[in-house]
C-alpha cells in the first residue's frame, strides 16, 4: 500500500476514535449523598433494636453517683451480657466508704437473682429490697438508647476510629430526665452532655458517654457505656442453685437502695 494511503487510513482511523470518545464520555459514578446526623442515629436505632444479643461496660467516672438515699452506696461499673427480650448477666462494682463489692446480677424472665457477698452464693432479690441495678433498662425499645436516639438534637462531630474501625461521631446536650432510662435510673434532672460513636459501616453504636454537668463543677460524674459482641451467641440461665434471701438488718442488699438514684 503507499505510504500516502496509510497515512490518509491511520487520520480516519484516529478521527473516528476521538469522535467515539467525545459521543460517548466516560460516565462518573453518582456520589454517595451525605448522611446526616438524624438518619445515622435512626439507622443506629433501627440495627440495635434488631440485635439479639450484645456486650455491655458500664464504667462511672468523676463525682461518686449514688444508688442510695442518704447517699452511702456508689454504682462503679457493670459489665455484662444482655441476651432479649431482657436477660442480663452481669457483674456489679458498688463502693461503699471506699470498700469495693462485687455482686453478681442475673435477671432471667421476670426473676432477679444476686450474689450473696459474705459466701458469694446466688439468692433471690426479693421485691422489697427496694433496689435493683437493671442493664437492660439502657437497652429497653420503648425508653433506652434506641427510643431516644433518634429524637435528640444531635451533631456531628466528625469521623473517628475505635479499635480501627471509622466511627461516626455524633454530639448534642439534653436534659437528665430525658436519658434516664441510659443510666438505670440514676442521672434524672440536669443538663447531661452526650456524645455517641457509630459504627460508620453497620451503624452499631459502639460507644457513649455521658456527662452530668450539674454533678460537680470541677469533676462532673462521666458515664463511659461501651458496646460490643452484637449478636454473639450468649446463653442466660437461671442459677442452677438459689436460697431465697430474707429482707431485714442481715440481709446484703446496700441499705435503703432505690436503684433511681433518689428516694
Not at 435512626?42 to 464504667?59: E, G, P
Not at 459504627?199 to 460490643?228: E, G, K
Amino acid at each position: 500500500m503507499p505510504r500516502q494511503l496509510i497515512r490518509w487510513v491511520c487520520g480516519v482511523v484516529c478521527l473516528v476514535a476521538s469522535a467515539g470518545c467525545a459521543a460517548f464520555p466516560a460516565s462518573t459514578p453518582t456520589p454517595t449523598p451525605e448522611l446526616s446526623a438524624r438518619d445515622i442515629a435512626a439507622r443506629s436505632a433501627q440495627r440495635m433494636d434488631a440485635a439479639k444479643s450484645l456486650h455491655f461496660l458500664i464504667q462511672l467516672t468523676g463525682a461518686l453517683a449514688y444508688i442510695d438515699s442518704p447517699p452511702l452506696t456508689a454504682l462503679k461499673q457493670v459489665e455484662g451480657d444482655l441476651v432479649r427480650p431482657a436477660d442480663v448477666k452481669a457483674m456489679v462494682k458498688l463502693s461503699s466508704f471506699g470498700i469495693v463489692t462485687q455482686l453478681g446480677l442475673i435477671r432471667y424472665g421476670t426473676e432477679v437473682f444476686v450474689t450473696n457477698p459474705l459466701n458469694q452464693r446466688w439468692e433471690e432479690l426479693p421485691p422489697e429490697w427496694g433496689w435493683y441495678i437493671n442493664p437492660g433498662l439502657i437497652f429497653d425499645p420503648k425508653s433506652g438508647v434506641t427510643a431516644v436516639l433518634p429524637t435528640l438534637d444531635l451533631t456531628k462531630v466528625g469521623l473517628e476510629p475505635i479499635e480501627g474501625r471509622p466511627q461516626y461521631h455524633l454530639q448534642t446536650t439534653a436534659e437528665g430526665d430525658y436519658l434516664k432510662a441510659w443510666t438505670m435510673g440514676m442521672i434524672y434532672q440536669g443538663a447531661v452532655k452526650v456524645d455517641v460513636w457509630i459504627d460508620v459501616d453497620t451503624f452499631v453504636m459502639s460507644r457513649a458517654t455521658l456527662v452530668q454537668l450539674a454533678s460537680d463543677p470541677t469533676d462532673p460524674t462521666v458515664w463511659h457505656i461501651d458496646l460490643s459482641a452484637v449478636d454473639q451467641p450468649v446463653k442466660i440461665e437461671r442459677p442452677p442453685t438459689v436460697e431465697a434471701a430474707q429482707p431485714g438488718p442481715t440481709s446484703s442488699a446496700p441499705p435503703d437502695a432505690t436503684g433511681d438514684g433518689h428516694s
